[in-house]
């Protein structure tokens, strides 16, 4: 009998400060329960579940414990013809879990040409040379910072707030003021220019500096509000109590509030500025770790490549939200497809008794498995090769290029995330 070009993948659970407790409901801790060798703590922070061959934490099979890497090397018909040549014998992208409990950095990733420069110039910072573009799928309520704020309404804050205008400067804050809360329009190339004389006078202010500012709305806020909306006061608050006196709570400010629904997504480009806040999420990017920092982290902070790398294009948060369209002949099956080649992912929902044929797509894929409201056995997932009753919430599949597969849902709803590549 030949090797099954469908079989199930160990993947592992990452620890960062920033993740949700086991105890408190983390669904990295919950999807790695089932794994063999998985020691699970209720006080640990769970924070990311990694499915694929990234060197850093790499899957492996199942049934032999082989590393998924060097097996797909060997069978490069697994990965399809047209994807080796495109991206060489290895998955273009990294499919995972977050669960966040507190915000990640404010951080940014390169371009193609920029992380090859960095990776030249520190390859014991950037560790690879490639970019990092990434898509987030929400699988509980989740918000995040993405993107810049319109320039009018950072005005207005600069003119509302004074801790802000004091940390940039008062010439930056009068400058941006007298451009952007006029009524007059200002162009593209301006809003630019402005955003970024502003984000890099935030981001290389004096730190003792911003703590004194900080501390200051802080306790105002705490007093009557300081005149903010409550999400801008809250998240004030919320940022200061995890990250005292960090710059990066005057980002409130700055960067979009975005918040997601389940099932609703949000591509992030290179060159823009995002945090995850709080939420669990599905998240796939291309193959790489390249991050460049500059508040909200205890890691390296590299503010001369942040401010210098951003495009500074700004947008209401309604534009970072992703539209998904349906995907091919299936019925029950939605497509999230960035602008990238990399990757793109679909998210099966199914009721009791649905089933729902995926068509054969002409790459690889890892399928995982969110939601099995019927409990054990309550989902198949079936091929020319196998029938297999699923488990457990969290347990995840490799699907070989070219291979049709069917989930069938048997007993109560089943959710499954599938990321995929094509060339």
């Known amino acids: 009998m030949s090797e099954s070009p469908v079989f199930e993948i160990v993947c592992g659970a990452q620890s960062y400060d920033w993740?949700?407790?086991?105890?408190?409901?983390?669904k990295v801790s919950h999807f790695a329960q089932g794994l063999p060798n998985f020691e699970y703590d209720e006080n640990k922070p769970y924070a990311e579940l990694w499915m694929g061959t990234h060197p850093?934490?790499?899957?492996t099979l199942y049934a032999t414990g082989q590393d998924l890497k060097k097996y797909l090397k060997a069978r490069p018909e697994l990965l399809g013809e047209k994807v080796v040549h495109k991206f060489g014998d290895d998955l273009p992208f990294l499919f995972k879990v977050l669960a966040i409990r507190k915000a990640l950095s404010i951080q940014a990733h390169p371009d193609k040409p920029l992380a090859q420069r960095l990776h030249a110039e520190r390859p014991d910072i950037y560790k690879d040379p490639n970019h990092k573009p990434e898509m987030a799928v929400a699988?509980?309520?989740?918000?995040?910072?993405?993107?810049?704020r319109r320039p009018s309404e950072i005005a207005a804050f600069l003119d509302s707030?004074?801790?802000?205008?004091t940390v940039v400067g008062s010439s930056v804050a009068d400058s941006f003021k007298s451009?952007?809360?006029?009524?007059s329009s200002p162009s593209e190339d301006d809003k630019k220019a402005g955003l970024k004389d502003l984000f890099s006078a935030l981001m290389k202010a004096d730190d003792k500096h911003v703590e004194e500012q900080v501390k200051s709305l802080v306790s105002r806020v705490e007093k009557d509000g300081a005149g903010l909306e409550r999400e801008e006061s809250e998240l004030v608050k919320t940022l200061n109590g995890d990250f005292p006196g960090d710059v990066g709570v005057f980002c409130t400010f700055v960067l979009n509030i975005v918040h997601l629904k389940p099932g609703q997504a949000a591509f992030l480009k290179a060159n823009e500025p995002h945090a995850y806040l709080d939420g669990d999420i599905m998240e796939c990017?291309?193959?790489?770790?390249?991050?460049?920092?500059?508040?909200?982290?205890?890691?390296?902070?590299?503010?001369?490549?942040?401010?210098?790398?951003l495009t500074y294009t700004s947008s209401p948060p309604s534009e970072q939200i992703m539209e998904?369209?349906?995907?091919?002949?299936?019925?029950?099956?939605?497509?999230?497809?960035?602008?990238?080649?990399?990757?793109s992912v679909l998210l099966t929902d199914l009721q009791d008794g649905e089933t729902e044929v995926y068509p054969p797509i002409d790459g690889p894929s890892i399928l995982i498995f969110t939601q099995l409201d019927g409990g054990k056995e309550t989902a198949r997932l079936k091929w020319t090769?196998?029938?297999?009753?699923?488990?457990?919430?969290?347990?995840?599949?490799?699907?070989g290029a070219g291979e049709e597969v069917t989930v069938e849902a048997k007993g109560g709803r089943v959710v499954a995330y599938r990321a995929f590549v094509e060339a």
């Open 19 to 26: 993740g949700k407790l086991g105890k408190d409901g983390s």
């Open 56 to 59: 850093s934490c790499p899957s």
């Open 139 to 148: 699988l509980t309520d989740f918000s995040g910072f993405c993107g810049f």
């Open 161 to 165: 707030v004074p801790e802000f205008a």
């Open 179 to 183: 451009k952007f809360l006029s009524s």
């Open 285 to 309: 990017m291309a193959t790489s770790d390249n991050v460049v920092r500059a508040g909200l982290t205890p890691k390296l902070r590299d503010v001369p490549t942040l401010t210098s790398m």
């Open 324 to 343: 998904a369209v349906g995907f091919r002949t299936t019925k029950h099956t939605t497509l999230y497809d960035p602008p990238i080649d990399e990757f």
């Open 385 to 399: 090769q196998g029938d297999e009753a699923i488990q457990r919430e969290g347990q995840v599949w490799f699907v």
